[in-house]
């Protein structure tokens, strides 16, 4: 009989809907918020105020101190000076687990769900219903409950899945069933859409959007000011860990006004250059490469010298697969041409040789090294090449040949002795611009070479684009931000699952143009 | 920040960093525990630094461990583990031996003993890349079959009976003058200084710790990650020989039951010496005076009458867990915590798993 009840017990608490509601709406507040890593400033008397009922943004370029801002109001860096104040009540010696208790949760930039559980475990963890016997789980109650749950945030998956099976977007809505499982009704958002496409992003912002109907408190950060603008009641600029700016009515705010705010000055509007390269030498030419797990098929494209060629496509389309295989990280059939001799038996030190260069996508993973020196950093692809004296490296001749690449690309660092990881996300691509302009490429391609990093950073990188492709080496830039695309290139190739569907060039390629081309519709035959 | 400050960047002169520091401490470490035994034990100088007695005449019991130390640190300074280098050295002392009762001069006997070991790491290695295997399995697959080996070939006795000059050459010999030398001294220091001038300055060693550091980012750096990975397995291997020369040449007879310890002791004075057991952190001559700080641990407590089990098990683990410790206490001031490494290291997305297999690709590979 108690078996029963307790059962059924589990299971309505469980079941019921009544997360948010539970908890009178939320006003949180963090007042002169003062926060340090090491000596260097996060925040510095930061304070910012979220409603319930709003989306409220946090912006600023990369360390501004949004990150920092919205892990001490979830707990998870204990704030050095400063109040956090929930309803009235002041938090003290708040941790993940107790904010949790309050109702705040942070869904972070990376998803943290434990991959080889199931989606049903990763929803409940902490909070697993007990089952009959000691020690035991009450699998029925989780799974029936779990429904309410998935269909809340609009998740269609199969609980027993392993989350390592769910894509990045949906284990970012298997975080926010998270968060309403465990009764929370403060939700954080931190930079969650980098990693999505823009339809996976427009999906996270409906739910926000019933989150904030429902009088949730929600906190958002982003890079993209285009959805910042669009989707924030208000929005707060951080910039050299300070509050800076607050912008109310974000409906009459413009995207110049915002960058303003951000980097602090004026900045300038950037203008498409105009240039013939029609009659340029092919450095690159790809004939019907395919990929053995058909993540690719027929793809057949050249570049110029001197051109900017953009390869537009969503996440997964088989665009980075196919810059991979031709630097050699991947096998591929089909011929890859370079300065028309062909280049078999690919290998990414063999192309740098060649002076075919690829910047990896992943920078966290697939870029830098994390613990080491920025110099090292720098030089790692350069390697075969460091200057020697006699048998041995000689090592401030290696801290020169970085220094001066490192001037060329902007780095900005305290030195080029401290470990990588020290510097900023815009600091870290500078870096990495660096290590690849060493190799002296002929043809050089980019791999979302802007992504997560800050607006400076951006232009700069922008600048070195300019400027190589200038002096006669192919860029072949891979990006979804279809605005850089647009900007940047000399003509834009389309692929769409796996397949190139279209191709852009001069003053046709415009942002329409390129969002039909990427999910394969409203192409122009390619002749 | 300003405009002015983006455009501008300083290379300071270098700072003591961690593992700078650690360094320090190590030396502090050795120089407290020789004061602790010069006042503490009247023995421990010996009759002074002039006789064979002297502190320096201990290096016959540990300087062959410390060989085998700078061995395997190639291959943990890789992210790779050798756990067959106490085997291997038990191997190579029985096949010289053998090689030599069957009637090879000793000297080629050898020599021929070192570079088969080099070739059996060798063989290790591919199988570890080319297989993507864990090297913690396939390395301790490789001891026990070496040990087989080396337990079969030897028969019911130990082979022993080496010329005089064997001995003294790579055993118990020193160089006579103010200060006695010992020979093992002799041939340690010359494997040290290549150890320390191979990782720290060259091209090679700068790949070794760049694949250590992230394996990933290294192949996309255009390092031959496999390569990499395989030469240190061959570096091991041979280092590991050559203390099994001296251990025979030592005893006077080739001896396989000492494998176990020598493994043990080997990996604690790598990471006591402060080479990150997952890879690429860590300094050479670190490891150097960390096979000392052990090294004349044992001897020094055996000699002031500490019990036999604490100087030589208990005293030396003790030592290495408060200094993984601290270890761990500093890295995760720096913001590298223990459980972010492993995640790195075995966990989803890591050089280990299936997704990794890029990194791997063709042409990466060692051949």
Redesign the interface.
Known sequence: MSVIVKRARAAAALASDRTAEEYAPARYEARTITKS??GANALTGASVTIEPGEIHTLVGENGAGKSTMLKVMAGIHPQDSGDLVLNGTHLRGLTPRTAIGHGIYLVPQEPSLM??LSALENLFVGIIPRGSMAFSVDWKAMESSAGAYFQQVGLHIDPWAPA?QLSIAEQQLLECARALAHRCNVIFFDEPTSPLTAREADVLFELMRRLRERNFTIAFISHRLEEVLAISDRITVLR?SRVVAHFDNPKQTSHRQLVEAMV??EIAVRQRRQRDLSGAEAVLELKDLGAPDGAFADISFMARRGEVLGLAGLVGSGRTETA?SVF????ASGTVLLAGKPYA?????????SGLI?L?EDRG????????EVV?NIT??F??H?PKRG???H?RAE?EVA?KA??RT????????VPM?ALSGGNQQRAMFA?WLLAEPKVAIFDEPTRGVDV?AKVDIYGIIDTISDSGVAVVMISSELEELVLLCDRVLAIYEGRIVGEVTGDEITLERLGAMVVGGGASERD | ???V????????R??F?TDDRWMISLVVLLVAELLYFNFGISTFWGGGWGTSYSFLGYGESFLFTSMIALGVMFVIFTGDIDLSVGYMAAFAGIMMAEFHIGGMNIWIATVLSIALCAVIGLIQGLVITYFKLESLLVTLAGGFILNSAAVAWEGPVPPYGFPHSYDSALGSGDISGTIQIPNQLIVFAVLAVIAT?VVH???FG??L??VG??R?????????VSATRVKAFVLSATFSAVAGMCIAANYGTARDDLAPTLLLTAITCVVLGGVDIFG??GRVPGVIIATFVMGWLAPGLLQDNVNDTWATLIAPGTLLLAALTIKGIVDR?Q??SFRAKTLARF???SPTSAHAD??D????GAT
Do not use: C, W
């Open positions: 890593f090491g991959l080889t390592s050299d602090g000055h991979e050699g990280m991947r096998r038996h690919r290998s990414p030190s063999s192309s740098i040789e690829y990896p993973h697939n870029g830098v090294f994390a613990n080491v090292r790692a692809a390697v075969p460091l048998q041995l490296l090592p801290v220094e490192a001037r902007r780095v900005v660092a305290p030195s080029l002795d990881k290590r400076g | 920040m300003s405009v400050a983006e455009t501008q960047h300083v290379v300071r270098r700072r960093d001038l300055r060259t091209r700068r790949q710790v760049l550091h992230n990933q980012a290294a192949a996309y750096a255009g390092v031959r690429g952190g001031r913001g590298v966990g989803p997305g890029a990194g690709a063709p042409g990466t």
